[in-house]
């Protein structure tokens, strides 16, 4: 599975930004696309999650009610939609895959990762 990430940017806080991962390769509607994100000096932290069925969906304590996963099996992409967006989401943002059937806050259970995009948000 390869993966690739964009729709990161700048955005004033209380703003929103919407990313995609185009996803190419063969995936099974097992797999689980996670959202990550990394901001400098810290470690990659868990974002959200979804099941390429669509049928699983978990978010971080730190983004419920404000981030939305989504995919789009005619398109091929995994979606966040990240509204009311607050400094402290500033990072840079990667999606990743998961060839099992089983959802995962760790960053190294996933398999494939994108490039990451950077958000920025400011105060």
């Known amino acids: 599975v390869q993966l690739q990430a964009s729709g990161g940017g700048l955005v004033q806080a209380g703003g929103s930004l919407r990313l995609s991962c185009a996803v190419s390769?063969?995936?099974?509607?097992?797999?689980?696309m996670g959202w990550f994100r990394q901001a400098p000096g810290m470690e990659r932290e868990f974002v959200a999650v979804?099941?390429?069925?669509?049928?699983?969906?978990a978010y971080a304590d730190s983004v419920k009610g404000r981030f939305t996963i989504s995919r789009d099996k005619a398109k091929n992409t995994v979606n966040l939609q990240m509204n009311s967006l607050k400094p402290e989401d500033t990072a840079v943002y990667y999606c990743a895959a998961r060839k099992t059937p089983y959802n995962s806050f760790v960053a190294g259970n996933y398999d494939s990762w994108g490039q990451g995009t950077q958000v920025t948000v400011s105060s």
């Open positions: 390769g063969r995936t099974f509607s097992y797999y689980r």
């Open positions: 979804i099941s390429w069925s669509g049928d699983s969906i």
